[in-house]
């Protein structure tokens, strides 16, 4: 007989258990793709809830969230899960907890299953990674584990979901013979010291914290707990321990070498970032091609009005902003996820972590630090593989001053501006320097926050223990699921704030001039629709708001028409060079770029034969790219990562202001040397 045959109350079963040991894959087969992600209440931590697939014939809930490695939370992430096996806020206690364990790892991954046991959960075991054990020859056995544990043991083959059956079996059993687990659970539960805990002796189980033994003696005696501790010193007694395969120290002696792992991984690196770079350009292309189409199907169809415009240039071009980095967002994380899967991506974080530990951060930043080269989109989203919050909110904030792809055909036009043509290796010189200084800078700005957080907080950086996996062949349909995942997030998270931002600065350069006057003579349709454009943007709110902070401009040698420029990159950072063309009605599209530099070599202040384009005010702007922070999009996904305004807030205030003094340091040196 069900559980649920009996009983009105829709159980709740809570899967536990240490990072790569197998949750997410045992997720997925009992409750197939039909699962919910969402924010645990007050936080950003996610977690997974999904019915079980009718085919067991149980009516439940599956809840899967981050993993754990004892119940000592060392981090936000942790600390959630713990609490969720205790009492969720929205869906109440779980009835019963399945603890994966990775059998390949047995010893260790124990320590949270026997954590468990002595709370009085009702728990099942899963024994995870079973097939990695017969390649080297070894078996174990579930019934005397189950026999120790005094708890239901089971095996799962994690490729064909064998043992899925097994696992729902004993679910049930636990739920008829005893529906109301919660009268033998804590009310509230321990509160461990992770300080005190030795994760890495598990021999030290007696020496946890004395308020923690006080609350388990409320419920287990001395004896008990001198039992217990037997149990533990058997499960990991030299039966049950398993040496690393040959094949891993081999490749560990490579991979984890002190010079040549660290030469590997910034080549594995390279190729991660250049995928994402350059796989992803030719389908970004297409997707923006397609946009433009769009959007000038839509001109042609409802003609030059404010509604047509506001489909083709606001909702049109507002979607295609958030669709046009989905590529390089699929990209990342199928590339991230066969590099985790297969075990290698936690030996590069623990390659790096050295260098990175000194300014705050640790291994796991060096990714999503990496990746912001190519966007900071998805870059920010790569922090959620950061457990620390701390660390991760340092990484988030540090991610824009990242020189991303965005930011190239701005440099490549105030390099070109700067640097004659017939010198591209000076003008790569510079642009490398550019991307010198965005690293550095980078650097600078953590180990600042760092040393001030560190002074002021009690808290201490956290430990980076990492279990390094065994190698494997990574599962390709978890790689793609994941990813898929990450993309949906993206779209429905970040996109609607992408959209009404975008929204926001098509009114403002489109108001209130909606029927522009210019002279039509001898121009072409192209070209009358073009010099509108350019009026319509020059008589806006937004040039009312450039002619505003002119003043602010005027010292960086820059004029009211760079202003609104710099705002409306502020949609999309490559946005500044098209921005351009129309404030300064540059009309030639056969070459676009050397049509704007002869514009920008010939424009002058208002009422004077001031240059406004001098190599000061174009080394300034370059500089102040660097630094500024990326476009809408950045601030969407940091606040939807962080969970609040308050950060992204805080990084257009600080950026901005270190883009402008930044700028003016630049210009003002320039100046002095005699390069006005």
Known sequence: MNYTETENKIPLIAIAGQPNSGKTTLFNLLSGRNSKTVNYPGSTVEYSVAPLLPKFSLKAKVIDSPGIISLVPSSIDEKISIDTLYSHPELGKPDVIIVTVDASQLSRHLFIALQLIESKFKIVVVLTMTDLLLKKNFNISAKKLSETLKCDVVKLDNRTGNGVNEIVKSVNKILVSSHNVSEVHFHSHPSFDKDDLLLNSYDAIGQIEKDVLYKVQSQLSETELLKANEKLVVLNSEPAFLKPDELTLKLDRIFLHKFWGLIIFFIVMFILFSSIFYVAAPIMDLVSEGISLLSGYTVTLLGDTWYGNLISQGVINGVGSVLVFLPQILILFLLLGLFEDSGYLARGAMLIDKPLSLIGLNGRSFVPMLSGFACAIPAIMATRTIPNRRERLLTIFIIPLMS??????????????????????????????????????????????????????????????????????????????????????????????????????????????TEPQVDETGKTADEIILLKNSERVATSFAADLGKMIEPVMKPLGLDWRVGVSLIAAFAAREVFVSSLALIFKVTDDGDLQN??????????????????????????????????????????????????????????????LLAYIAALITVTGFRFFGMA
């Open 404 to 513: 991303c792809s965005a930011r190239l055909p701005v440099y490549a036009l105030l390099i070109a501006f700067l640097i004659p043509a017939d010198k591209p290796v000076l003008g790569g010189l510079v642009l490398t320097f550019i991307y010198v200084i965005s690293v550095f800078s980078s650097v600078l700005i953590a180990s600042i926050i760092h040393k001030i957080v560190s002074k002021y907080s009690r808290r201490k950086d956290s430990s980076f223990i990492l279990e390094l996996p065994a190698y494997r062949k990574p599962k390709l349909s978890n790689v793609i699921r994941n990813s898929y995942r990450n993309a949906r997030h993206y779209i429905v998270k970040a996109g609607p704030v992408i959209l009404m931002l975008s929204l926001l600065i098509w009114v403002l350069t489109y108001f209130p001039n």
């Open 595 to 656: 049509s704007i530099l002869s514009s920008m070599r010939n424009a002058t202040f208002r009422d004077s034969d001031q240059k406004v384009f001098t190599i000061s005010s174009t080394a300034g702007l370059i500089v102040f790219f660097v630094f500024a922070l990326q476009c809408i999009s950045t601030l969407a996904v940091s606040r939807k990562e962080t969970g609040s305004w308050k950060v992204p807030m805080v990084q257009l205030f600080v950026f901005t």
